[in-house]
């Protein structure tokens, strides 16, 4: 009996730090996959679509490129 005890509360324990794992790394972030996959069933919402996803990311690399122009900053002598 105790032994049934032991073992069920080492797997329970497994098996919540295996879901805190997956939660802390993100191996549950997928916000949009079904849904956009619905909302862009033709081809012309798909490409408005990657058109978005490509300016995202156009402004993210803008961003971090303007970090490093202010990282690398030196007032002039």
Avoid: C
Avoid at 49 to 60: D, F, H
Wanted: hydrophobic share 40%; no cysteine; net charge negative.
């Amino acid at each position: 009996m105790i032994l049934m005890i032991g073992v069920s509360t080492f797997l329970g324990a497994l098996g919540l730090i295996a879901l805190l794992w997956g939660v802390k790394t993100g191996q549950f972030d997928d916000q949009s996959k079904f849904i956009d996959a619905s909302h862009f069933d033709n081809e012309e919402d798909l490409r408005d679509a990657v058109m978005m996803e490509e300016k995202r990311k156009a402004r993210l690399k803008k961003r971090e490129e303007e970090k490093e122009k202010k990282k690398n900053y030196m007032p002039p002598d």
